[in-house]
């Protein structure tokens, strides 16, 4: 399933003009999604999230930072999750 998840996100990538993601990317955006979602018991919460990392991320030197400090700010503001 990862394979064709790759395959799929790596197109896109490839179609839309941006930089592929890393690896360490695609697993802080998931990071990101299970925090969202599972913090507030919401799962449309984290594509909403993803969205708006991934705006930041667009600007951002450091694209995998950038994308570990949101999921960090969405584990302290999410009522649900651990650092919550």
Avoid: C, K, Q, W
């Avoid at 930041?56 to 450091?62: I, L, M």
């Amino acid at each position: 399933m990862a394979a064709a998840r790759d395959e799929l996100i790596s197109a896109l990538a490839e179609r839309i003009g941006t930089p592929p993601l890393t690896s360490g990317e695609i697993e802080s955006v998931l990071a990101l999604a299970a925090v969202a979602a599972h913090g507030t018991g919401d799962r449309t919460t984290a594509p909403l999230a993803s969205f708006l990392a991934g705006v930041a991320a667009a600007s951002s030197e450091n694209r995998a930072v950038t994308l570990d400090e949101i999921r960090r700010y969405a584990a302290e503001l999410a009522p649900g999750s651990e650092a919550g």
